[in-house]
């Protein structure tokens, strides 16, 4: 039941989001905030994870927030910020699992937008639906 829970609460939190990112090209820090808490709430009362692995799991949105600092928000803080909401509740391995998922489908669709002269190197994309992508994959392959 709580697996349930918890997948359905990250699909429509990286749907949502997705959308909002392919819309407005940014992602609203009310629904970021409103998503972790009702995640942390999920967390601490269904599950007994020890402190030093909730923490270990907000080390790739906590490692994003460095990135998007050191490279002048190519990677955005939004992004990083989703990553953090997610580690709440998902594993970092799935986390990391998902955000090479959606370089990996990011890179293929960029190539193809190239090729067909759609975008140049400069053209920004939104790395939500590419990581909603990923996170699917691995929620079906790690029955998260």
Request: proline letters at 3%.
């Amino acid at each position: 039941m709580i697996k349930m829970i918890k997948a359905t609460g990250i699909v429509i939190f990286l749907v949502l989001c997705s959308i909002q990112d392919i819309r407005e090209k940014r992602l609203s820090v009310k629904r970021l905030a409103v998503a972790g808490i009702l995640f942390l709430i999920v967390s601490l009362v269904f599950e007994e994870i020890p402190v030093e692995k909730r923490l270990c799991n907000l080390l790739p949105g906590m490692a994003a927030f460095l990135l998007a600092a050191l490279t002048k928000e190519q990677i955005g803080y939004g992004d990083a910020a989703s990553l953090v909401v997610l580690g709440i509740l998902v594993s970092a391995r799935a986390i990391l699992g998902a955000v090479m998922g959606g370089l990996l489908l990011l890179s293929i669709f960029s190539i193809i937008l190239l090729a067909g002269k759609k975008a140049d190197r400069k053209t920004t994309m939104p790395f939500l639906p590419f990581l909603s992508a990923g996170m699917l994959w691995q929620m079906v392959l790690n029955n998260i």
